[in-house]
Every structure is written in C-alpha cells, then in structure tokens.
Nanobody, 125 residues
Framework: HVQLVESGGGSVQAGGSLRLSCAAS????????MGWFRQAPGKEREGIAS????????YYADSVKGRFTISQDNPKSTVYLRMDSLKPEDTAMYYC???????????????????WGQGTQVTVS
C-alpha cells in the first residue's frame, strides 16, 4: 500500500518561491507516474506537473510551465515541486499522487492516479 506525505506549503508573497516535498513509501518494484495536483476553493482539482520515475520525463500544465519544476531523488522516495514566481492564483491545496499502473499515459488526469496524499496548503498574497 503506497503512502504519500506532502510538506513544504505555507504563505508567501507574490513573486516568491516555495518547494513542496512528497515522501513516498510502500512501493513495489517498478516505475510509476508521480504527479502534483491542486485544488482551489470552489474549483475542480487540476493536474499541474508530473514525472515518470523510470526516465525522469516531466509534464506540466500551461498555467505553471516555466515557473514550476518537478523533480525526484533516487531511489524514488521523494518527489519535489519547486514553485517560483508565485501568483495569487496559485493559492490552493496541493496534493501529491501516484499512478502505479504503468507509464504516464495521461500524466495530468486526476482519474489516472491511484494514491493521494493529504495535501498541503499554499497561499500567495
């Protein structure tokens, strides 16, 4: 059973930076798609970045491309989301998720992911 724990959220002024971490445990052997999602009040959860642990391939939503960077450490126990040039519209609860069924075929699609963390709040003012 995969467990994901996010950390690193907080409050920051517009233009600032934060780095979120997702500590993963309980994986079996193999490569997975790891994603970061966010959900603002009254809005649907959206995928913003993902990474395929097998080769480090990354995917980004247009809304964060060029500002956010997803990365992983070895041996795939932690995934990071570096967020730069933050805007008030980035304010949301941020979730880490794992798709353990194979490659990142639909890397930003919420329904593709099997396991979710509890979320960490990011507030940009």
């Amino acid at each position: 059973h995969v467990q994901l724990v996010e950390s690193g959220g907080g409050s920051v002024q517009a233009g600032g930076s934060l780095r979120l971490s997702c500590a993963a445990s309980g994986y079996k052997n193999g490569d997975y798609c790891m994603g970061w999602f966010r959900q603002a009040p009254g809005k649907e959860r959206e995928g913003i970045a993902s990474i395929y642990t097998g080769g480090g391939y990354t995917y980004y939503a247009d809304s964060v491309k060029g500002r956010f960077t997803i990365s992983q450490d070895n041996p795939k126990s932690t995934v990071y989301l570096r967020m730069d040039s933050l805007k008030p519209e980035d304010t949301a609860m941020y979730y880490c998720a794992a798709d353990v069924d194979g490659g990142c075929w639909f890397p930003l699609r919420v329904s593709e992911y099997d396991y979710w963390g509890q979320g960490t709040q990011v507030t940009v003012s």
